[in-house]
């Protein structure tokens, strides 16, 4: 009866360290997809000049600055000042930081083309007043036509830049330039925008899903024609964002004390502290769930193989009295330990496909069943296993056939 419940709980102990096995490979795999689509996010190329580019906000009073003509002297008066410095020649503005696209979603309105209707207008355009150079500075790379210029004043022809994502939906097999396009604004009749360049698409982040950058359509408005009290300015340098904030708000302040200036950050420090850090909190919280799980695994294996060896010590004793080489009982143990470890491995693959079902709207840039990561993971599950396996297993090789009958 005795040796009934011991094999009973031996194989309970196995079922364990299988358990384990495949719960870490599951965990293992998670982080690893995680780990390896956050570098691909974070490494995805948002602007020409992203590593160098800091940003900041100006706020302009209200009620001081509350017509256009006031708020564009202001901001060129700023911004030429600041050229006149060295290191901030490539100073510009922008209603919209790079990495989240314009002023919301807007339905746009193609002349010649039938309207869109009032209950299915599809909110897909993003808009941006940006100043002249913004595209040179900040990126996206101008295609075709001309960037604004000096010609784009708050009393001439109204412009409007737009990128490729919106000529694919807007302007299928047909040019685009010197077309007529809007924003529909049911509170306003905005006017009719002639379309003077294209520019390549820049990957935007969309609070729809949070590993994911789109390239949604987006409309450039000229600064000077579309100002606004709230701005951002960009400066491509490779001074330290504190120095160039510094310099910026003494600027500001000589101009005009009642403007503030703040959120002074790079646009990688941007990127960090808003788009990817809660990615990386959630891949190393999986990573350190990981590694412990990996780390019972490999200590339930060893304890398994250690007692199984304690209770084969007479068997294995005889059989080196027999013959059997030290060599022969090693591999004999290691092989016990690592067929559990590879039933271990089969079943978790089983659960790794399952959790990609849910990872999946988390991924970046990588397969849910990547291959690279599966071998990787199984790779280090293997080599843990094997080291766990291998101290019991030694043990056993090495025991003494004499002291091991005269003790039992």
């Known amino acids: 009866?005795?040796?009934?419940?011991?094999?009973?709980?031996?194989?309970?102990?196995?079922?364990?360290?299988?358990?384990?096995?495949?719960?870490?490979?599951?965990l293992l795999a998670g982080a690893g997809l995680l780990m390896r689509?956050?570098?691909?996010?974070?490494?995805?190329?948002?602007?020409?000049?992203?590593?160098?580019?800091?940003?900041?906000?100006?706020?302009?009073?209200?009620?001081?600055?509350?017509?256009?003509?006031?708020?564009?002297?202001?901001?060129?008066?700023?911004?030429?000042s600041l050229r006149a410095l060295p290191d901030f020649r490539q100073a510009v503005l922008s209603t919209g930081i790079p990495v989240w696209g314009g002023q919301g979603l807007n339905v746009l309105e193609v002349q010649g083309h039938s309207p869109p209707a009032p209950g299915a207008s599809?909110?897909?355009t993003g808009v941006m007043s940006v100043s002249m150079d913004y595209f040179a500075v900040a990126g996206p790379a101008l295609e075709r036509g001309r960037p604004f210029d000096s010609r784009d004043r708050e009393d001439s022809e109204r412009v409007a830049i737009v990128n490729d994502a919106l000529v694919?939906?807007?302007?299928?097999?047909?040019?685009?330039?010197?077309?007529?396009i809007r924003v529909r604004d049911e509170k306003a009749a905005n006017p009719w925008l002639t379309v003077v360049g294209v520019v390549a698409n820049q990957k935007t982040a969309t609070v729809y899903q949070e590993m994911a950058w789109v390239e949604r359509p987006a409309l450039y408005r000229p600064f000077r024609q579309e100002p606004s009290a709230h701005a951002n300015l960009l400066i491509n340098t490779n001074q330290p964002a504190a120095r160039v904030g510094a310099i910026v708000q003494r600027e500001t302040a000589r101009l005009d004390p009642s403007v503030a200036v703040d959120d002074v950050q790079t646009m990688q420090h941007l990127l960090d502290r808003f788009i990817l850090a809660y990615p990386r909190f959630r891949t190393a919280l999986l990573g350190g769930f990981a590694a412990i799980a990996l780390l019972l695994a490999a200590v339930?294996?060893?304890?398994?193989?250690?007692?199984?060896?304690?209770?084969?010590?007479?068997?294995?004793?005889?059989?080196?009295?027999?013959?059997?080489?030290?060599?022969?009982v090693l591999a004999a143990i290691v092989k016990e330990g690592m067929l559990l470890v590879f039933a271990g491995l089969v079943l978790g693959l089983g659960g790794v496909w399952l959790l990609t079902r849910f990872l999946?709207?988390?991924?970046?840039?990588?397969?849910?069943?990547?291959?690279?990561?599966?071998?990787?993971?199984?790779?280090?599950?293997?080599?843990?296993?094997?080291?766990?396996?291998?101290?019991?297993?030694?043990?056993?090789?090495?025991v003494d056939p004499m002291v091991a009958l005269r003790y039992e």
Do not use: W
Request: charged share 15%.
């Open 300 to 328: 339930g294996l060893y304890g398994v193989l250690a007692q199984l060896v304690s209770q084969r010590t007479q068997e294995i004793a005889v059989r080196i009295a027999l013959g059997a080489r030290s060599s022969d």
């Open 168 to 180: 694919a939906k807007y302007f299928l097999h047909e040019n685009p330039l010197g077309r007529h």
């Open 122 to 124: 599809p909110y897909d």
């Open 1 to 26: 009866m005795a040796a009934v419940h011991g094999a009973g709980r031996r194989a309970i102990a196995k079922a364990l360290v299988v358990a384990e096995v495949a719960l870490s490979l599951v």
């Open 360 to 398: 999946a709207a988390l991924l970046y840039g990588v397969r849910a069943m990547d291959p690279l990561i599966l071998i990787g993971v199984c790779g280090v599950l293997t080599a843990a296993s094997l080291l766990a396996t291998y101290i019991p297993a030694r043990r056993a090789a090495s």
């Open 37 to 80: 689509s956050v570098a691909q996010f974070a490494a995805a190329p948002l602007t020409s000049q992203a590593g160098r580019l800091i940003t900041m906000k100006i706020s302009l009073p209200g009620k001081a600055y509350a017509n256009d003509d006031r708020k564009i002297r202001f901001y060129t008066n700023l911004t030429d």
